[in-house]
């Protein structure tokens, strides 16, 4: 299967407090899993992305783990602000032969930061 | 430098009606693809391409056809609209190389929104 399942669906987080989104995928040959952030009536746009080769990246108050064993990756927001309410999204690239590679999203996790 | 640019970005047609949306990216991109979004759900993959004169179905493919004769455009027709296809449709580019398995960041247009009545 090529399936990116994303929980929770929701998340509702006080400002200044943590926020986690993880996501599962099944092919074990992914070797990419970037995060995309979507606020309400945009375009879905990059915020962080690992490759296969790290276990955990972070650029300022967002951090993204992966465990390749486990086939989990997690995208971490700390000291949340009511800029980060929007809908994430992560996904993770399934190559199909001779089809070259395609990019499965999960499902999204819609943040609400309250003030 | 535009990016990715969608035409158009609002359009209704009527159940049995055809039309064509077009995407145009200026980024020299070899992968383009075509999404759906609807409301409260994530985006589902209709076409891909990863390359001039090649296209391959994605997850939800039934109704729509599609054609890249030019590297930088990526044209999604429907045939015959039906109402279920009222949605949001994105298009997005990014480099990649299948030789290395390189993936790229994936630059999305700003959206078509399409009711079909």
């Known amino acids: 299967g090529e399936n990116v399942e994303q929980h929770p669906s929701t998340l509702s987080v006080q400002e200044g407090d943590s926020a986690v989104i993880k996501c599962t995928y099944s092919?074990?040959?992914?070797?990419?899993f970037p995060w995309y952030k979507q606020e309400l009536g945009k375009r879905p746009q990059l915020i962080i992305d690992?490759?296969?080769?790290?276990g955990e990246k972070k650029d300022q108050r967002i951090a993204v783990t992966l465990n390749k064993t486990a086939k989990h990756f997690s995208l971490h927001i700390t000291e949340t602000q009511p800029e980060d309410s929007a809908v994430y999204f992560c996904?993770?690239?399934?190559?199909?032969?001779?089809?070259?590679?395609?990019?499965?999203f999960g499902g999204g996790t819609r943040v609400l930061v309250k003030p | 430098n535009a990016g990715v640019t969608q035409t158009p970005k609002f359009r209704v047609l009527k159940t049995g009606q055809s039309m064509t949306l077009l995407c145009a990216q200026d980024?020299?991109?070899?992968?383009m693809y075509w999404y759906r979004q609807d409301p409260g759900m994530g985006l589902r993959l209709i076409h891909y391409?990863?390359?001039?004169?090649?296209?391959a179905k994605g997850e939800v493919p039934d109704g729509y056809n599609v054609s890249r004769l030019k590297k930088q455009n990526f044209l999604l027709g429907l045939e015959s609209a039906a109402p279920s296809q009222t949605s949001v449709y994105f298009c997005?580019?990014?480099?990649?190389?299948?030789?290395?398995?390189?993936?790229?960041?994936?630059?999305f247009g700003e959206g078509s929104r399409l009711t079909v009545l």
């Open positions: 690992i490759r296969s080769n790290v």
């Open positions: 996904a993770a690239p399934v190559q199909v032969k001779a089809a070259g590679n395609k990019l499965t």
């Open positions: 980024m020299n991109h070899e992968y």
């Open positions: 391409s990863v390359g001039e004169g090649t296209t």
């Open positions: 092919d074990s040959a992914s070797n990419y």
């Open positions: 997005a580019s990014t480099s990649s190389n299948l030789g290395t398995g390189f993936f790229g960041e994936l630059f």
